[in-house]
Nanobody, 121 residues
Framework: QLQLVESGGGLVQPGGSLRLSCAASGFTLDHYAIGWFRQAPGKEREGVSCINASGRRTNYADSVKGRFTMSRDNAKNTVYLQMNSLKPEDTAIYYC??????????????WGQGTQVTVSS
């Protein structure tokens, strides 16, 4: 069964950090770009970041630039999102998605179920 599983979410205080993981099973991630997305209550889903298949190129939404870092370990079939200096507005369900291509595009083949991130004091 092909699936992506996110983990690492939780409750954190403003200014804190979390590291999200996205692990694949049933297929290898190393041929695909991977994106992180988030959806807050009452808002549309938005793209957070994306990394190409080699890991050499990443891009980020303006709202998270300088605070979030995406990386991948193809040997572990896992992608990460390191989130620092978290703000209450980062509260959302975070999803990872495997792209159809080795580069970041608008076409995603597989989605995970999401992990909740809550930033609150």
């Amino acid at each position: 069964q092909l699936q992506l599983v996110e983990s690492g979410g939780g409750l954190v205080q403003p200014g804190g950090s979390l590291r999200l993981s996205c692990a694949a099973s049933g297929f290898t991630l190393d041929h695909y770009a991977i994106g992180w997305f988030r959806q807050a209550p009452g808002k549309e889903r938005e793209g957070v970041s994306c990394i190409n298949a080699s890991g050499r190129r990443t891009n980020y939404a303006d709202s998270v630039k300088g605070r979030f870092t995406m990386s991948r370990d193809n040997a572990k079939n896992t992608v990460y999102l390191q989130m620092n200096s978290l703000k209450p507005e980062d509260t959302a369900i975070y999803y990872c998605a495997a792209d159809r291509y080795y580069y970041c595009s608008d076409y995603k083949n597989y989605w995970g179920q999401g992990t909740q991130v809550t930033v609150s004091s």
